[in-house]
């Protein structure tokens, strides 16, 4: 008798708990808890692993002999594509070569293979892996050495290494993929690629400005603004009692005040500026001492005036920044480096080429600028001029870093424009 009911007991328990699974009273999930809280751990653990690896971008670099970069620095036979090792440092002694040196070092921090948790891109060996593709030709660096009169024989040399690195590229099936769209091509002297630049017009180009582009090939949408490389030293130990005071001149500039296009407007400056106590406005070339006394007179100076060149930009802009002299920018076409981050009213004044051109107008505008005011932007300029250093090895938050952000950012429009490419059966519409 007390087995039988030991048994019915049992079986109305089975049946109670069955009951209670099926209407959803008891939860099984509660009794394996610890199994399946473990493994979703795990599976959160690994997908924040891949989310924090694809904050990089992930570039593929192209293997290219050594005639389309470096061989241009340290000449040799040797063809074999550049690695870390074999990489030479930028030139001590390089003149103006160095201020549009930008491709060395974006190329050099693909080829560093330090910490990667501080680097915006990393390279990557599968180009099936990749994000975008860097071509690592120094077309500007290719001017400046064989095509810079653009008439003497040696410019045969720069015309041909492009139609060489054209005819490379049009080879290699993710050219082909995405019709350049996804690919990095430095671009940053305004002559550049001059031959061929519109057989490339769908990539996105690093430039200094736009000067020279119709807006059809380069344009904000694509295409990455990069600063110069600055030729004076960075400012290390600028920390005085009284940072105003310290600097005695108003308003300072050294260069060259004749040039073309955009940049007449120096020599129509150096009519307006003359008189001044506290002005100082001289005409130079560049020069190891004209270097010096530009150093010199920045570091001196409250406010460093930064007129366009032959086009809208010049190092000149950089040079202040990274000497803590407060920019002052006449030039009515400028674009500027990572301007969707930076907001230069904070650490720079602009003047249009008509109100600078008014006697007396932008110095009474930069006496009105309070002592205050003017510190503000001196902290400001000290907290962002990180950004504008090339080095090598780089570091985070430098110049090299900051442009690969800005390129990671420019990838939505560029998959827009691969996806659409590849569907469309008949000529794009929008053009």
């Not at 293997?63 to 470096?70: M, Q």
Request: charged fraction near 25%; charge should be neutral.
């Amino acid at each position: 008798m007390l087995s039988r009911r030991l048994l019915s007991i049992t079986f109305t328990i089975i049946i109670v708990f069955s009951c209670s699974i099926v209407i959803g009273t008891v939860d099984l999930r509660s009794y394996f808890q610890p199994i399946t809280g473990s493994l979703q751990q795990q599976q959160s653990i690994q997908c924040c692993r891949r989310d924090t690896e694809s904050n990089h971008l992930n570039v593929y670099m192209y293997d290219l002999p050594r005639r389309f970069n470096i061989g241009m620095i340290r000449r040799s036979s040797d063809e074999t594509p550049v690695n870390v090792t074999t990489l030479p440092p930028w030139p001590r002694v390089s003149g103006l070569k160095k201020q549009h040196s930008v491709e060395y070092w974006v190329m050099a921090s693909l080829l560093h293979d330090g910490d990667g948790e501080r680097k915006e891109a990393v390279r990557v060996f599968d180009p099936e892996m990749a994000d975008v593709f860097f071509v690592p030709f120094f077309s500007s660096l290719s001017f400046n050495t064989h095509g810079h009169y653009m008439k003497d024989p040696a410019t045969e040399i720069d015309r041909q290494l492009q139609v060489d690195l054209l005819e490379f590229l049009r080879k290699s099936k993710y050219w082909q993929r995405s019709g350049g769209r996804d690919h990095v091509i430095p671009m940053h002297h305004p002559n550049a690629f001059r031959f061929l630049r519109e057989q490339i017009n769908a990539s996105i180009l690093i430039v200094s400005d736009f000067g020279r582009y119709p807006k059809i090939m380069s344009n904000l949408t694509k295409d990455v603004v990069a600063p110069y490389v600055h030729i004076v030293d960075f400012f290390l130990d600028d920390d005085p009692p009284d940072p105003f005071e310290s600097r005695n001149t108003l308003l300072f500039f050294r260069g060259r005040t004749v040039r073309k296009d955009e940049g007449i407007v120096r020599a129509k400056l150096a009519k307006v500026l003359v008189g001044y106590d506290d002005v100082s406005y001289e005409s130079s070339v560049a020069s190891s001492e004209g270097i010096k006394a530009s150093t010199e007179g920045m570091r001196s100076s409250k406010f460093c005036l930064s007129p366009a060149g032959d086009t809208p930009s010049s190092c000149r802009l950089f040079d202040a920044i990274v000497s803590h002299c407060v920019p002052v920018i006449v030039s009515d076409q400028i674009e500027l480096p990572y301007e969707d981050e930076l907001d230069y009213n904070e650490f720079a004044v602009f003047f249009s080429v008509n109100e600078a051109l008014k006697p007396d107008y932008m110095v009474s505008q930069l006496r009105q600028i309070s002592k205050e005011r003017w510190l503000e932007m001196w902290r400001r300029l000290k907290s962002i001029s990180h950004h504008y250093e090339f080095q090598y090895p780089p570091k985070a938050e430098d110049a090299v870093n900051m442009l690969w952000r800005q390129v990671k950012h420019k990838l939505p429009v560029v998959k827009l424009a691969v996806h659409r490419n590849r569907r469309l059966k008949i000529p794009d519409w929008w053009r």
